[in-house]
């Protein structure tokens, strides 16, 4: 069985992200709001990486390491969080933003699984989506 405890720090830390991205006042300039917490996100990162390194390499051969996939990493942090505050302005309800965005982002990451990374696609899958997509026009449409 795969371990839980990665979900449910991604399921907390995603409460809190929504709920404090709701909470931004609409007077507050959304990317200067983005920028304190980048600088947060940014010392405790940091931090974090210092305390859990391995081995004696240094700073610079650690940033050597890295790839491209950090620079798109940053571009879509900006723009994800950029739209979720976006989202909200628009009046969207935390309870059905965060929702809908996911359900789309799983149904794409679905066929992008399966395109990209050939990874199997079951009926059971399959009849997942459906669900998720009927479920997805139940709580997007006003009746």
Not at 57 to 80: E, Q, Y
Request: aromatic residues 8%; hydrophobic residues 55%; glycine residues 10%.
């Amino acid at each position: 069985m795969l371990p839980l405890w990665p979900l449910a720090i991604i399921v907390i830390a995603n409460i809190v992200y929504n709920l404090a991205t709701k909470e931004i006042p609409t007077q507050a300039p959304p990317f200067l709001a983005l920028s304190l917490a980048y600088a947060l996100a940014f010392a405790l990162s940091l931090g974090l990486h210092f305390l859990t390194r391995s081995g004696e390499v240094s700073l610079a051969g650690d940033l050597s390491r890295l790839n491209g996939a950090s620079l798109a990493l940053g571009l879509a942090i900006v723009a994800l969080e950029g739209g979720y505050i976006m989202l909200y302005r628009a009046g969207w309800p935390v309870s059905l933003g965060s929702l809908t965005a996911n359900i789309l982002l799983a149904l794409a990451l679905l066929v992008i699984g399966f395109a990209l990374y050939k990874e199997p696609i079951s009926l059971r899958t399959l009849t997942g989506v459906v669900l998720c997509l009927a479920g997805l026009v139940l709580i997007t449409t006003k009746g």
